[in-house]
């Protein structure tokens, strides 16, 4: 059996990827959260973000912008938010609402089983406040990841530019899994926007949207963790006679 039919198989999944370049670089996307801390080279992030920048985006805006972090402007911005995040729990917020406030099922039932399986891969009991908070520091730090990127988008755009950032984000994502490392995508650093602006130069009209870990990952993974709703439940078909 191949990495990736174990990657899937726990799931049932395998018949769900095509022996496709592209399905399986898809497939085997995961959110990295232990890295080995191995150099990526400027060269290779450059080459992941010339390749990221076709992702579509209507009337061709291209509304993203990406702060690439390494080294000491890497600890520098960790080192940073850890102290706001030790020092002042309360006191960062995002500047956009990234979660609703109240889910309404089947996003309830699927965020606390989200939940129970993140934990418990950890090996952290839901209960245990300090441990969860141990681990939420660990984004901070890009999972000991040796790029981090900070995602921006201007905020005088509207929601539609949100989906065309999305896709540009997937593809960075996608593009790092095609040279072998891996990543985390990171709402978390939008609460911190408040510390990235002045250390990173942001402009006043740019949002925090995430930040995304990117680097080698400690182990390639051999199950995927997180699964999916089956087809069904978020595909309708009409007008096929097959
Ligand atoms: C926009 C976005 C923001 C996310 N923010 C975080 C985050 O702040 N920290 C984290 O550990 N994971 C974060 N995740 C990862 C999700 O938890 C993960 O994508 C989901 O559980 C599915 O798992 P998979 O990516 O391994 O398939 C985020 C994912 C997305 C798409």
Redesign the pocket.
């Known amino acids: 059996m191949s990495v990736l039919e174990e990657v899937m198989s726990d799931r049932g999944a395998a018949h769900d990827v095509t022996r496709n370049p592209i399905d399986e670089v898809m497939a085997r996307r ?2 990295c ?1 232990e890295f080995t801390g191995t150099p990526v080279s400027r060269t290779t992030v450059e080459q992941i973000l010339r390749v990221a920048r076709f992702a579509p985006s209507g009337a061709n805006i291209q509304p993203w912008h990406v702060y690439v972090l390494a080294g000491a402007a890497k600890t520098e911005v960790s080192a940073a938010i850890l102290r706001a995040f030790e020092s002042e729990p309360n006191e960062h917020v995002s500047e956009y609402q990234y979660y609703a406030s109240e889910f309404p099922e089947p996003y309830l039932g699927r965020r606390q089983e ?1 939940g129970r399986l993140y934990y418990n891969s950890l090996g952290i009991a839901q209960s245990d406040t300090a441990a969860r908070s141990r681990q939420t520091a660990k ?1 901070f730090t890009f999972f000991g990841a040796s790029v981090g990127l900070i995602v921006t988008i201007d905020r005088r755009l509207a929601v539609g530019s949100w989906l065309d950032l999305g896709m540009f984000i997937q593809n960075v994502m996608l593009a790092a899994v095609g040279r072998g490392l891996q990543s ?5 650093f939008a609460k911190y926007h408040r510390i990235l602006r002045p250390l990173l130069s942001i402009p006043a009209e740019q949002m925090v949207a ?1 930040g995304i870990s990117l680097g080698h990952p400690r182990e390639q993974p051999k199950a995927r ?2 699964p999916r709703a089956d087809l069904e439940a978020f595909a309708s078909f009409k007008g096929f006679e097959d």
């Open positions: 995961l959110s959260r989200f984004n985390c995508p990171q709402e978390t995430c963790l997180m």
